[in-house]
Each structure stands twice: as C-alpha cells, then as structure tokens.
C-alpha cells in the first residue's frame, strides 16, 4: 500500500512548499559555486600550478570523483539507516566550503589534489540526499526532479558565466574564494530553512545493501548505462577549456559561454522535461538523451571554429539524462532504500567522472597528442549507453511493467538481470 496525498492537485504546489523551494535555492547557491570552478580544473592546473602533462591534468579532474564513488554510498547507507537527509545536506555544504578556501591558496599540484581528496569525502554526500528529499512519499517525482535540475542549472549559468568571463580579469584563486562563500550561503540555507520529511511508514521497509538494491528491476541496467555515458562525456569535457582555448585558438570568455548556455536552455525546458520524464516514462526519455550525446559528440569531433564548438556544447542534453536517470531510480526504489539508489547513481556518476578524464588523458597523451578526438570516445560510450536502456525498455515490456508508474514492480524481476 503506498501513501499518497488526497488533496487534488497538492503536487502542483510543490515548488511553493518551503520544504521543497528551500531544496532548490540551496543547491542553486552550490551549483554556482560549482560551475565558477569545476569547468577550469585541468585549464588552471597547467597554467597555475605548472602540471603541462596530461595525464596530471586528469588526475586533477578524476581524483575527488574517485573519492566521492567510494563515500557516496555510505553517506546513503547512513542517511537510510539514521532516516535523516538535512544533516547529510549541511555536512555535504560545509565540504564544499572548506575545499573551495583552501583550493585559493595551493601553489602545487600535491596541495591541489591533497585538497580535492579531503574536500571530496565531504561534499559528496550533498547531492544524493537532496534528490532522495524531494522524491520522498510523492508520485510526480519526475516533475520535483526537473525543477531540481532547473535550479541547479540557474546556478550553472551564473557561475559559469560570469566564472568565463571574470577568469582573466580577477584570476582564478579569487574566484575560489567566491565560491567558497556560495557554498556557505547554501549551508545557511539549509540550516535555517530546509525540514527533514518523514519517510513513507506505511511502505514495506526494504532490507538489504547496495548489492541487493542492484539487483532490483532495472537497476544494474541503469547504473551501467550511466556509467557509460558519464564515462563517454567526462573523457572530453575534462579538457574543454583547453581544447576551445588552446587547440581551437578562442578565449577563456568562450568556455563560460558554452557552460553557461547549456545551463541558460536548461532552465527554459528542465521544468517541462521533468513533465514529459512523468507522461512519457523516464526510458525513452533516456534513449533519446543518450542518442542526442551520440550525434553531439561526433560532430563535436571535427569542429574547428571555437564559436561552433561553443554553440554545440551548449545543447541542452544533460536535462533530459540527469532528470530521466533520476526519476527512473526514484521509481526503482523504495521510500526507505531512496538515498542508497540516488547514492547509488551518483556513484556511478562518478565513477564515469574519474574513469573518463583518465582515459582521455592518456589517449590524448600517448595517442591522438591532442584532445579534440576525444570526442569520438565520448560518441562510442554513449551508442554503448543507448543500447543498454533500449534493452531495458524491452524487457520492461516483456514483462508487462508500467512505464508511468511511480513505483516499479514486474511481475518476475528476474528476467530483468
């Protein structure tokens, strides 16, 4: 039996909802503060701190991702055991704070990547808590989900915007310190404004680990394909900004303006894709995403002028696979099991962005010496991504499962892994 709210039309207030709109200010203040910094990792290390090889490079970007595939998942044990997500939430903030400070003052590339490890066991438990907030004891979670990620990628536009073009005008230790203030604001948020949700007590309580969660319809399917995916776009968007400044000759302006309008459409169309996530089903949802990665990236592949490259970075793609991935983990899991599974596709998030900057680095080192083609791996990752979820939306239909439904429940699980 599963509760639900019996006042009509409840849901479409959740925006309004302190509870709800408190979620999405806060990771709006931190999504600003992640894109000032994230989309220049490999760009100031080789030209702050000295590391001109590109393997360095990439262990810059791929270090705290390997931190926070390991830790996120026992932040969501914690969190579903405890049945508390604000604390997950503040701690996850106050990472990010400490790291962003300290990240101003490194002058090498050990203090750099000694602070990315530590700031990365923090932080990563902030993301994972917020989506499994949201998606608590309600049925239209695709919709929470999309103003989720519409929030985020108001902050993304900001910070990335504004982090492009102040680059080369303040410098980049400065603007560490500013996202170490968002990142305090988002804490403040949190502190004052956000209330924890009590879980769903009248769903049957889900035992098991991260091992018994994967073996859930679907849940390995999804988990594998976003690894993928993540894998294919963090092999070359870990080198964006060298690859539009230095290789296609454009300036730093360039690289906060291809962040940024992606970031821009998002916020335009994120609300209505987290409608279309809950009509349409999050699957063919993720098919398309995945088969839009696939013609980007090879087209991304052969560009040559920095302004076209920056208009095709901008297409709006994440939108449609971070919401679809989301809500289709929402669904998989139970109330009490959320932060594991959001924990859980976080993780793999991760994963891809460790495992990705790794393999371009290398591939750009000792094999294509540059890192535009690496936009071909990114295309193969992605068709890998595609095949997978097309084989999951067949089996859900052998099955006979109901793709709109909140929650996922065929009739023998085990034709699915």
Known sequence: MHFEFNIRGLHHMAFLDRSIASVYLAYAFQATAQAITWQFVTYFVKHELNAISFIEQSVAFALPAIVVMIMTNIWGSL????????????????????????YAIVVDIIQYLTVAAIGAAFYSAALPMGQAHLTTNVRNKGERLGYFVAAQSGGWFFGALFGGILYDIIGMRTLFVLAAFLSVAATAST?????????NVFQLVHKGNIRSLLRRPGMSRLTGAVLFSQIGVNTISAFLAIMIVDELLGSTAYVGFANSGATFIAVLITGYVGKIVDRKGPVKVLIVAYFSYTIFAFIFGIVTDPILATVLWALPIYPLSSTATSALAAMISGEDERGRAMSLIYGAQNAGTWIGPLIGGLLAEYVFLRVQPLSFINMVFNLVAMFLVISLLRSYKKQGVNLLDSDIEPEDPHDFE
């Open 191 to 199: 502190i004052f404004l956000i209330r924890d949700i009590p879980f």
């Open 79 to 102: 969190s579903d055991r405890w049945r508390k997500r604000k604390m997950f939430m503040i701690l996850g903030f106050t990472g990010y704070a400490s790291m962003f400070f300290l």
